[in-house]
């Protein structure tokens, strides 16, 4: 029982990077904290939804179709909104009421155009039968989740580390004014990495009928609580850092509700108080936000 | 006469005594008092955020910890209605007090912190393992104390309490302090401000404002369920009702209240969504045009906004 416990919590841990992994990033750039990040989840939720039921194509192939209209969405979203915001006293904490906006209009514009109910894609969408590991089996879909979610991780790695676009992103991060000051496009950047972020939080909902169950229009709210408490505990504005975040966070969860089921549902709010409180910079950060 | 008794005077005493006249002419009095409460709320929102620059996103944690700070207070103490409404309001407190390290976050951080803070006290009470206290997810009835002209009344003493409370934070001495280190809390710090303590002033005073309501609230509606109390939408709207009028000023909230609250009950009760879309429109629009609220729109003609 530990031990499937343990190796479902690594699998989940593995899924929840990739929810707070966009939202990592985009604050990590851009220093502005997107609320409606769950909410976007949502949408590549129903739009796998959608390409499955109507277009019968598995999440598998849908996946590459959601991150790059994700992406291509973010672009001009970013240009239309985030500008205008830096420029403001205070961008930081502005972002989180205005975003908080943009998360009311999604979710209602969801409900209208969706209707409320749960909607679900069967499991065998992304093959049928078990994994055996250790001794102990797994759903496919879990596995298959997690390893997509590996996949993201590496390929951000490979991005951020290894390209032009790259290193200049991860000047940015360093510092946004001095990165003007040497003559980077920072709004290009800065578009860029809001884009991939969405993409990222896209691709989670691919992957969120079989992870988390079943959709609505009103999931969104829950998972960012779940995808803040991933990226505190791992580390503000390190999108590395948040692997070890999604780990501790999956882990915790699956050991809850195996162990204490009937207070699972406090996890993540305990976990972000706690390591807020106790480690306000995360498990591997350096200092951005007393006060 | 000192300038926050004018206020108090001209913008807080109207405001209480038209809510103490309208129940003779208009029946719905459960709507009426929704209004006060929500008048209350946003004051007490605005005492902290306002004042402090805190934006406390999880502030119906403290409302819920006043409804069943009463609640608990009846049902196991048998307690008279007052003394649970004060017990309320040292719920409020309590947990304020509890929360107190949040202020060590800044912005975000602590909006954050926050609401998950809010909901974990949801949690808690609503968690069947503790029914027997709580009563759980199945709701608390209190109808040996229900009495809805009485606690009409009280939650209007309350509101012309709180108004009096920011008339005096604008312009009374502890107020300008409070704006100072919002404004630039080492200049503050450096002209001698107290910082800590004022801002956990201001928060424990917000907090047992909120508190208070929560315990007025249970008192008029008597029977409720925690989905009720620890509605993440009155956060929501006591937040947009502040920022709709302008944040630390006395009007503000009260125009954000009357016109949104009013536009709510008008079309936000039959068709929701509608009203979620709308009010997330107007929130987007005002961070991007207007961050101060409407008051600064007059301010920037010359016109003073009590």
Redesign the interface.
């Known amino acids: 029982m530990l031990l499937h416990a343990l190796l479902g919590g690594v699998v989940f841990g593995c899924y929840f990077t990739l929810v707070g992994l966009g939202l990592n990033l985009v604050f990590g750039v851009m220093r502005i ?1 997107n609320l409606a990040h769950g909410d976007v989840l949502m949408l590549g939720s129903f739009a796998a939804y959608f390409l499955f039921h109507l277009a019968a194509l598995s999440p598998l192939s849908a996946a590459p179709l959601i991150v790059v209209g994700f992406f291509l969405l973010g672009l001009p979203f970013y240009y239309l ?1 985030v500008p ?2 830096a420029a ?3 961008a ?7 975003f ?10 969801a ?2 155009a969706f209707g409320s109910s749960e909607r679900s894609i069967p499991g065998r969408a992304l093959g049928i039968g078990a994994v055996h590991l250790w001794g102990q089996s797994l759903p496919r879909a879990w596995v298959i989740s997690a390893l997509v979610a590996l996949a993201a991780v590496l390929a951000l790695y490979l991005y951020l580390y290894h390209t032009r676009l790259g290193l200049l992103t991860r000047a940015v991060m360093a510092s946004r004014e001095e990165a003007r000051a040497s003559g980077i496009d920072i709004h290009r950047v800065s578009a860029i990495a809001f884009g991939i972020g969405l993409a990222l939080a896209g691709l989670a909902g691919v992957f969120a009928p079989f992870m988390l169950g079943s959709i609505t229009p009103a999931m969104g ?1 829950i998972i960012n ?1 779940a995808a ?2 991933v990226i ?1 505990v791992g580390t503000l504005g390190n999108p590395l850092g948040t692997v070890l975040g999604g780990l501790v966070y999956g882990v915790g969860l699956l050991l809850m509700q195996t162990y204490l089921s ?2 699972a ?2 996890l ?3 976990l ?2 706690l390591v ?2 106790v480690r ?1 910079s995360g498990l591997l950060g350096r200092r951005v ?3 | 006469m000192p300038r926050a008794a004018r206020d108090f005077l001209r913008v807080g005493v109207p405001v209480v005594l038209l809510f103490a006249l309208l129940p003779l002419a208009y029946q719905n009095e459960l709507l009426l008092f929704n209004f006060v409460l929500f008048l209350i709320l946003a004051q007490g929102l605005n005492a902290v955020y306002g004042f402090t ?1 805190y ?1 406390p996103f999880g502030y119906v944690g403290f409302f819920g910890a006043g409804a069943y700070g009463f609640a608990l207070a009846v049902m196991h103490l048998a307690a008279p209605p007052l003394l649970a409404l004060l017990l309320a309001g040292l719920a409020g407190v309590v947990l304020g007090l509890i929360l107190t ?13 926050n ?3 809010a ?2 006290v949801y ?2 009470i609503a ?3 503790l029914a027997d206290i709580t009563k759980g997810p199945y709701g608390v009835s209190l109808a040996s104390v229900f009495a809805p002209r009485a606690s009409y009344a009280v939650a209007l003493v309350i509101l012309a309490l709180v108004l009096g409370l920011v008339a005096w934070l604008r312009h009374g001495r502890f107020g300008l302090a409070l704006q100072a280190m919002r404004d630039d ?1 080492v200049s503050a710090a450096m002209a001698g401000i107290p910082v800590l303590r004022g801002r956990v002033v201001a928060w424990l005073l917000s907090a047992l404002i909120a508190g208070l309501a929560g315990g007025v609230f249970a008192w008029h509606i008597s029977v409720f369920y925690p989905e009720t109390a620890f509605d ?1 939408s009155i956060s ?1 709207f006591a ?1 947009v009702f502040t ?1 709709f009028g302008g944040a630390a000023t006395l009007t503000g909230p009260i125009a954000g209240v009357l016109v949104l609250y009013g536009l709510y009950n008008v079309i936000g009760i039959s068709v929701p ?2 009203f ?2 709308i ?6 629009g ?3 045009f207007l ?1 101060r609220g409407f008051a600064s729109l007059l301010r920037r003609r010359g016109i003073d906004v009590p």
């Open positions: 904290v909104v205008r915001l403001s006293r205070d930081e904490m502005l972002s989180f009421i205005l908080f906006g943009v998360q009311q209009i999604i979710e209602a514009l409900a209208i709210s609580l803040f408490a505190v009937a207070w549902d406090l993540p709010n305990l972000l108080i807020l409180l306000p936000r007393l006060a | 620059g934006l390290p949040l202020l060590r976050l800044s912005g975000a951080y602590f909006a954050i912190a609401l998950a803070a909901q974990m949690q808690v968690n069947p393992a809390p993440i929501i937040i920022l969504q509608y979620q879309l009010y997330g429109a107007l929130i987007v005002l961070v991007l961050p």
